[in-house]
């Protein structure tokens, strides 16, 4: 299969896709278990793929054998109807691209790949343009750009997903800055065959309306069907609902991301009758007072569903 | 009258206003008529009302009698279906509270306070909440909180707007930060008397999505008509109308803000047959490249309405 | 006298200069009695002359009458062997050039100009060194650059540093953002007329060894003499002492800047038997606590002297 | 040997220590055999040991078996005189460990160990000292902590210092953040037994000034002999050479740091005769003037020590 053709339909990205979490028992160790466990579960939610090895996923400190068991059993419960996406993005050119091939081999359909961060004051938008060509060059599945300036501290400039979106594998983008001014110019900029998902749940409603087409959302990791009726809301033109449901998505967001970050969401994922697991440290638990609050959270968002 | 009572209809904040340039001539005083004969041409735009001595206003620069002439004239000139906003925020609370007062009597139907900025790392939320409520409770007319972090450097918390719109002299807020999650989060998180304008065009439309009921935006003070048509199509539910209009309006308010600022809006001001004027030192007049570029965005924001 | 000449003896910024704090009653009015009783105090101290419309001086809270009055009150007081300069920076140039004639007139030998920021984004180096030589142009005065980006959120290039430095009217800077580094890359940069003062007294020895040959601080308000024995020592070669007495000077400075304000400056002055006075809203009282912690420090620091 | 014990004589930081480069070849594989010779070209200079995977030996970029390669080579070329350091901070604290305990097997003396950043938001005063106990706890040899918020984004707090220095195995920091302030306010609150070394070449000579005890900067990669001969003229009392030298050192520091980073280090490299090698991408190759540069600055330190 040469995927740098156009995209076909089964290449598109569209609808929400959860950074799955990685469980981890007590000891520290990955709890592969309850990994599959939580991937058994989404198999009866509106799902359009998985991300797996995200920033949600604690990519950060996992080690390169985990990762590669983390891919394997991913592909192994991801129906063919949905997406496999793996997040690749190290601090070298060289090591994204051997992940990258690595995942490919395994079976993921696309990479999403980290702006490399650590020697920021160097990552001007020419030199980043060359990092991901090259990665878009070498990699064996489509390509799509990550840009999280919260974990980065690296702003994406419009000027650099214009000029990477000419790449025939680069296929799109996932937009967690939360701004929509800067999701709505890229939108505007680019072919439709890149597709920029939004990354950021306090503005999923407003950058569906600004021109995404795929959400890629920690909450969805704990209450898959809200981003999803959301999104199928904005789809059937029914902003009222959108927007009713969007006051109802952002404080749970806000909770296990911002607040609790991942410890948070995996405490979500608890309440919601799935798996979330400990962190790993230096990531500190939650407290009980935070787990309380988020499971409360979790229980507004199943009621608005209802 | 009461102005301390719930809002009537005529108080609501509802629409598009354009915060006001202010014309100088080339030696840099202030061009009085060139102000009035904008308010003029503004006449036959569908505008709700306007705000004088805003950012774009230049009010940092203008002189206390300066400012009070401005007041004037634009009462003069406002009719009595369209509301008269003036901002009044200054680094002191006595300078706000003695402003306000003036600017009340002379006819200012309401007025947004800034946020005091210089001794940032001492306006905590308590502070602020203090200066705020202090000024609400002096004011004869009705008060609406204005941030814009880009020139403050100074973010607005939502527990302070929560807080502050229990004051019952507090009405509104002017968010121009861009964030749209932060405004939808304040939207769901006040009572609807509390009311919520856009201050970023680039966000607009995603804005008027996420619960703003209102526009003051430098673009309007260009092509009044373009924010016009976005806010009325997003009221009438078309939204495909109001994201194409967006991405015409986008790369206009972008140049006119972040790339030229004031200086790049009085070019626009006068490409679309209004009369921006100079700028007042330090501001530099805008290059050449500039203003044809900024004449050029104007001329297609102009297509895209006939 | 023409001051654009060089500069002679008497025009040599050197020594320690305290940023006179501006005395408030509790009704917010100016206590001009109370800052006439403290240049009677400082006369006893070795001084080489006072700033006053400082930060520190709350100069952003002053009515333009309120100002004037301080600069005379000050002049009456000030000796002829010791330098009174003035704070003059307004967001407008025109502004910035009428405040500095008027106290010129008033007797201010020179000015210090604080960086507009208003429009921070525009505020490019080109931009500031226009403003700085326009200053420089009309002051009948020495000027002296004061760059503060903690208030004003502008860094200060030292590319703009060296271009001012050929203005013959331009004398000199007062460095107040702690980075040494910088302040010592300027002081090799630009002729040894353009002198250099500290105005973060944490790194008030470090700043001195790098070539700073002034300093104007705030703890200077409250214990003057522990600055001036640090300068002392540093021009004596008493390094150990210098070093010493930096580590006493440091957590009294840490608490009336970063920690409480102008509102802790004026509480230690309270506590060494100057009249700090009240701060003006917004800016809000010092805690008990922080009175008591204030006080503390200030023992400390006249302990170490004896 | 309990290296828990208070260190003796051979386990103090002392003097000054290259943060190693590491080489590539132009196929950006290691280069060994040119990060062997320039050891045997620094066994001619003053310095106090070395450091390997620091920031500026690109650790972040190398894969693990490389990383242990590079220890391996520097134990065999590291004489006994001199301590051999490596840097050991990953993401995870079970990762950090396990690589401080094989680096220690192979000879490592000292680690030195990175803030964690990833997850910055939730890199609390608290979070962040159970990180550095933790590794402490486990590490058979003295732990120093590294701040470098250019690279990290993260602050560290005086707090956290204060705390981590009661741990008997965190003998030290590197403090590379160029904030002499912190630094003089942490040598004034931890015992003498937890050493303070400078890691911001611009400002080495104020933070001798300070208290700082060791350095380990970028440019004695390449031009050892003047931080050492800066080292020693503070250490005996010739402030005045210090200065001097000092401004030499700076604009070449500046230049293989903030300007050009670790390409700019390695071309310096190359200049002074030893072997730099090329950078791993996503780093560039320096272009031809800053090449030119570089190398004027490094014949420039040379001569000043002539």
């Known amino acids: 299969v040469n995927t740098h053709e156009s995209p076909g339909v089964e290449a598109r990205l569209s609808g929400v896709l ?22 058994d579960t989404y198999a009866g939610a509106d799902l359009a793929g998985y991300l797996v090895l995200g920033s949600n996923g604690e990519a950060s400190v996992l080690e390169p ?5 983390l891919v394997k059993a991913a592909r192994r419960r991801t129906p063919s109807a949905r997406r496999l996406l793996v997040g690749t993005g190290l601090e070298s050119t060289r090591g994204t691209i051997e992940l990258t091939r690595r995942v490919a081999d395994l079976g993921a359909e696309g990479v999403l790949v980290l702006t490399p961060h650590y020697y920021r004051a160097q990552m001007t938008t020419e030199v980043l343009q060359r990092y991901f060509e090259a990665v878009a060059d070498a990699s064996p599945v489509p390509v ?36 929509v001014a800067l999701l709505g110019r890229i939108v505007a900029s680019v072919p439709p065959t890149f597709q920029v998902a ?31 009726a959301i999104f199928r809301a904005h789809a059937a033109g029914d902003h009222t609902r959108a927007r009713t449901l969007q006051q109802v998505l952002t404080p749970l967001a806000v909770a296990v991301t911002a607040t609790y970050g991942v410890a948070g969401l995996k405490a979500a994922c608890d309440a919601a009758g799935l798996r979330g697991g400990a962190v790993r440290a230096p990531l500190q638990p939650i407290s009980d007072a935070g787990r309380a609050l988020v499971a409360s959270l979790v229980r507004d968002a199943e009621a608005a569903l209802r």
Chains 1, 2, 3, 4 share one sequence.
Do not use: W
């Open 144 to 179: 799509y750009l990550y840009s999280v300036p919260v974990f980065t501290g690296i702003p994406f400039p419009l000027e650099l997903a214009v000029r990477l979106a000419e790449h025939p594998n680069v296929r799109g983008m996932k937009e967690s800055s939360g701004d």
């Open 198 to 228: 939004c990354g950021s749940a306090p503005v999923l409603y407003p950058a569906l309306c600004q021109g995404a087409v795929a959400a890629v959302l920690a909450v969805a990791c704990c209450v898959p069907a809200l981003p999803v």
């Open 65 to 69: 054998d985990e990762k590669l068991e």
């Open 18 to 39: 959860p950074p799955l979490v990685t469980p981890f028992k007590l000891d520290g160790s990955l709890d592969l278990a309850a990994f599959e466990a939580n991937l």
